[in-house]
């Protein structure tokens, strides 16, 4: 088993910036993708980004540019630094890691709890 710990979220005006973190543990050697999705109320849940172990990531096309995902496999770590956040950025943020390599799979095999992200305007 995985887990998945995620923390950074919060509340923060349209326009700044957050970076939120995702600790795995447990048998974190079965782990190669981790991603990143969110889900707005009353909205389906959706890739925001993902990082093979090796380094390659994916993006949401809406995203690029703003959102950068990163990975610190010495910590067992992921991270995805939000910048020029917008109000319809406002989700929950779910941490997810696959088994996989192919990074642009999206099927994920553990998930975090999730982490709130408010923007105001």
């Known amino acids: 088993q995985v887990q998945l710990v995620e923390s950074g979220g919060g509340l923060v005006q349209a326009g700044g910036s957050l970076r939120l973190s995702c600790a795995a543990s447990?048998?974190?050697?079965?782990?190669?993708?981790m991603g990143w999705y969110r889900q707005a109320p009353g909205k389906q849940r959706e890739l925001v980004a993902a990082?093979?172990?090796?380094?390659?990531?994916n993006y949401a096309d809406s995203l690029k540019g703003r959102f950068t995902i990163s990975r610190d496999n010495a910590k067992n770590t992921v991270y995805l630094q939000m910048n020029s956040l917008k109000p319809e950025d406002t989700a929950i943020y779910y941490c997810?890691?696959?088994?996989?390599?192919?990074?642009?799979?999206?099927?994920?095999?553990?998930w975090g709890q999730g982490t709130q992200v408010t923007v105001s305007s």
């Open positions: 447990g048998n974190i050697f079965s782990i190669n993708r």
């Open positions: 990082i093979t172990s090796g380094g390659t990531t």
């Open positions: 997810a890691a696959s088994r996989s390599s192919y990074a642009l799979g999206s099927s994920y095999d553990f």
